[in-house]
Every structure is written in structure tokens, then in C-alpha cells.
């Protein structure tokens, strides 16, 4: 849950990276000891916990992806970033970005930048005609 960083090979350990690292290492001290506590009190299971922490993190990284693939394609002015080279930095498939994103995604772009997506978006299958949510 707090990995210890490593250096990259061939960099020599400086002062940052050992911060770095004493900082992981007080994290994984502190984390474990609430685990720890959590366990002998009948909380939580540490593993479901840590499992469950696992999974949000994920589903927040899918979130961000799919909200800057969004950015790239629907915001960018005059032309949008290529699918080829969104797959390449988000390792995945130039069908995968076109699929990845959704309305939702781009408004919530929309909202967080204050900027308008590129008119040409196909409508929301969520929404009549006229814009109007369905009854």
C-alpha cells in the first residue's frame, strides 16, 4: 500500500530519492499499525481493506484516463489530439480510445475546464431529439 521507491538504474541515491524512501517507510509503519488496530478491534479485515483501497485508486485512474482522453479528442483546438497517439500514451488500442470516453466524461471535462467540446460530437443515446431527458 506505500511501496518503497527505487532508484532507476544507473541514478546514484541522492537526498530527495532518501526522502523519498524514509517517508514510504514511515507510511508503511503507520499504515500497518492502523491495519494493525483495525484487525484487533473487529473493524476490518486489513486484505479486504486493503483490496477495496486497491480498487478505488484503479477506478479513479480509469476515470482520469478516460477524462483526458476526452480532453484530447473533444477540446483541443483546431484539431484534436490523433486516436494513434492517445493509444500510445495510454496503452491502448486506436478503437479502445475511441470507445473509452463518453458524454458524461466530456462534461465533466466541460465543467472542470470551463471550455466547450468540438461540435461535431454525436448526440447522447440518453437524450431525445430535442435535447430532453426521456420520461
Do not use: N
Not at 70 to 78: D, K, L
Not at 79 to 104: F, K
Not at 105 to 129: N, S, Y
Amino acid at each position: 500500500m506505500c511501496p518503497l521507491p527505487q532508484p532507476h538504474p544507473g541514478e546514484e541515491e541522492h537526498d530527495g530519492f532518501l526522502e523519498m524512501r524514509d517517508e514510504a517507510a514511515r507510511g508503511q509503519q503507520e499504515t500497518a499499525e492502523q491495519l494493525r488496530v483495525s484487525w484487533e478491534e473487529g473493524q476490518q479485515d486489513p486484505l479486504i481493506y486493503a483490496l477495496a483501497d486497491a480498487r478505488r485508486v484503479k477506478e479513479q485512474a480509469e476515470e482520469r484516463i478516460r477524462e483526458l482522453l476526452a480532453y484530447g479528442r473533444e477540446f483541443v483546438q483546431p484539431r484534436p489530439y490523433t486516436l494513434g497517439d492517445l493509444a500510445a500514451a495510454a496503452g491502448m488500442s486506436i478503437s479502445g480510445v475511441r470507445t473509452a470516453y463518453g458524454h458524461r466524461d466530456v462534461d465533466a471535462v466541460a465543467e472542470a475546464t470551463g471550455a466547450k467540446p468540438r461540435e461535431w460530437r454525436a448526440p447522447d443515446p440518453g437524450l431525445a431529439p430535442d435535447g430532453e431527458v426521456p420520461a
